[in-house]
């Protein structure tokens, strides 16, 4: 390293799902049978509407360079939908689509923090709110939770939070990592402590389309009051699968929109112009048969979760993703090694079960580990083999 790098970027802490993530291509292309339940993408394709249409997009030529934050044309689309499914009414220019979720939450933390600022982070938390909200100088104040609220946070916990330095609170529902998803009564006792204070809501709804016996209700919805302080953050990554497409919105109050657009305008210009077009397909092509699979596996593996010793799951009712509680296999070993932490028991998993998943410490959750069912059911069995007989040999 010849002249040294920021102080900024040295303190993040790299994405622990994507690592893990690469070790297991690594050693998948090394040849080693490993099970992959670390990611965090949808197996399923791309709806073909979206694709035809950035076949089009490339063959008519729209392949330059858009408006800034996305199309009109995109922009109302998401706008009628969010009229449509979630009763918030949004014009184009408070619309601004970014290059993933991802990327609209960063720029949404840039454009509101503030050094110094208090930004209210639920934990298990999705890995990356604090290392963003970190990189703008703000400063994630972490709430715990676990499994005796359903790890959701309660009215009492968000008001003990609240400073006069709190910018925002993150509210992801459904969540990654846990599953646990919001019910609109529980949003709705959230919101009357939100709208006694003068803080942001940044409402991150990119899995509100996977539900199980469960109903979303988006902040913004609440009341006027709750869309005043909403930053309704959406995406096509998981209910299109389309990951690799790279397209994220934010709705939410003019002026923050025309600021992240400022922003944008000076780093990454328009998202991918043949991404808009598609997006704008995908919008009317959710197949409802993917939550229909989705819900078979999460059946399966909470199934056999509840047949196997030293682990505990509740019922996650989103997302694709199981979040068992391990403490009970804290301190014990496997073969004479002593299984100190989430981390630890995750290494062990993946070189002598060869099953990859995620420990919950990057979640803030050292108690738990996340596993991915997007996966096939073959593999999802064969997994969940591998996980029992490794269970079965901790002493
Ligand atoms: C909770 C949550 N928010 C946002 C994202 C960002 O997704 P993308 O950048 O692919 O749109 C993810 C992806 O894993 C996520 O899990």
Redesign the pocket.
């Known amino acids: 390293m010849p002249f040294g790098l920021s102080n900024r970027v040295k303190e993040i802490a790299p994405s622990p799902?994507l690592a893990i993530d690469t070790k297991t291509k690594q050693m998948i292309a090394e040849g080693v049978d490993v099970i992959n339940l670390s990611v965090?993408e949808p197996d399923f394709n791309t709806p073909k509407p979206a694709c035809d249409a950035a076949v089009e997009a490339i063959y008519c030529g729209f392949t330059k360079y858009t408006a800034v934050p996305g199309i009109v044309e995109l922009r109302k689309a998401i706008a009628e939908k969010l009229e449509r499914e979630n009763g918030v009414t949004y014009s184009p220019d408070e619309i601004i689509v970014s290059s993933?979720?991802?990327?609209?939450?960063y720029n949404i933390f840039v454009a509101i923090i503030n050094p110094g600022d208090e930004v209210i982070v639920p934990a298990p938390y999705?890995v990356?709110y604090p290392e963003m909200i970190r990189l703008v100088g703000g400063v994630p104040v972490i709430v715990e939770t676990d499994e005796s609220t359903g790890f959701k946070v309660t009215p009492e916990m968000l008001s003990a939070a609240i400073t006069e330095k709190t910018k925002a609170l993150v509210l992801?529902t459904p969540?990654?990592p846990t599953g646990a998803v919001y019910s609109p009564d529980e949003i709705r006792a959230l919101a009357k402590v939100i709208e006694q204070h003068e803080f942001y809501v940044i409402s991150?709804e990119?899995?509100e389309k996977l539900l199980y016996d469960a109903e979303h209700l988006s902040s913004a919805a609440v009341s006027e009051g709750m869309k005043k302080r909403t930053l309704l953050?959406n995406?096509?990554?998981?209910a299109f699968s389309m990951?690799g497409w790279?397209?994220?919105y934010v709705a939410g109050d003019r002026a923050i929109i025309k600021a992240m657009t400022s922003f944008q305008s000076q780093t990454t210009s328009n998202p991918v112009s043949i991404s808009q077009k598609a997006a704008i397909a995908a919008l009317n092509s959710f197949d409802p048969e993917m939550v229909t699979e989705f819900r078979r596996r999460r059946d399966f593996v909470l199934r056999r979760l509840e047949e196997m010793p030293l682990i505990r799951c509740i019922e996650p009712q989103g997302a694709f993703y199981a979040f068992p509680n391990i403490a009970d296999i804290l301190g014990k070993s496997y073969n004479g090694q002593t299984i100190d932490s989430s981390d630890t028991l995750a290494e062990l998993l993946l070189t002598e079960s060869k099953i990859a998943l995620v420990p919950g410490s990057g979640f803030g959750a050292p108690n738990n580990i996340r596993i991915s069912y997007a996966t096939s059911m073959a593999n999802l069995e064969k997994a969940m083999d591998r996980l029992e007989s490794f269970l079965k040999n901790v002493r």
């Open positions: 799902t965090g993933g979720g991802k990327h609209s939450l999705w990356s992801n969540s990654n991150d990119i899995y953050v995406g096509f990554s998981k990951t790279r397209m994220g």
